[in-house]
């Protein structure tokens, strides 16, 4: 989730980016020249772009990855607590409501069966459906770059 909300905000916290080959051994990255550089302190995050498994947002370290070698871009990031929390809460809320059995992601604003029917309030006026982003808009806004 991470990931994607880093995404959706267009803002990774970049706070260095090394470029060269990477190599993954037992589902750890192999980042010497970063923490030499003190780029990289236990439990940072970073970004892992250019790889063929394992792009993404990723906390260091990890034993996780898929073994690889690859030439990319790793970037340390400097994420936020309340980034960090607000991530724990869209999966939250994606673990309860993200679902075929939802209505809050149903694409149905209202229904009629046997003499019974509701209405659904939606996102929006044009009748979306319900995602994280637009329950979570408000909050993501105080930390989405504008391009």
């Given at each position: 989730m991470l990931t994607d909300l880093c995404?959706?905000?267009?803002?990774?916290?970049?706070?260095?980016?090394?470029?060269?080959k990477f190599n993954i051994r037992n589902g750890q990255i192999d980042l010497n020249e970063m923490l030499m550089?003190?780029?990289?302190?236990?439990?940072?995050?970073?970004?892992?772009i250019g790889s063929t498994f394992n792009d993404?947002?990723?906390q260091y370290?990890?034993?996780?990855?898929?073994?690889e070698t690859f030439e990319g871009v790793?970037?340390?990031l400097n994420i936020p607590l309340a980034?960090?929390?607000l991530s724990e809460d869209i999966d939250a809320w994606e673990k309860k409501y993200n679902n075929p059995d939802s209505p809050a992601v149903s694409p149905y604003q209202s229904?009629?069966?046997?003499g019974y029917s509701y209405s659904k309030a939606s996102s929006g006026s044009s009748g979306n459906m319900?995602?994280?982003?637009?329950?979570?808009?408000?909050?993501?806004?105080?930390?989405r770059k504008i391009l």
């Open positions: 995404q959706e905000l267009r803002n990774w916290f970049c706070s260095a980016k090394y470029k060269g550089d003190g780029a990289i302190k236990d439990g940072q995050y970073i970004r892992i993404g947002v990723w370290p990890t034993q996780i990855l898929q073994d790793v970037w340390a980034v960090l929390k229904e009629s069966f046997g319900v995602t994280w982003k637009s329950v979570f808009a408000d909050k993501l806004n105080r930390w």
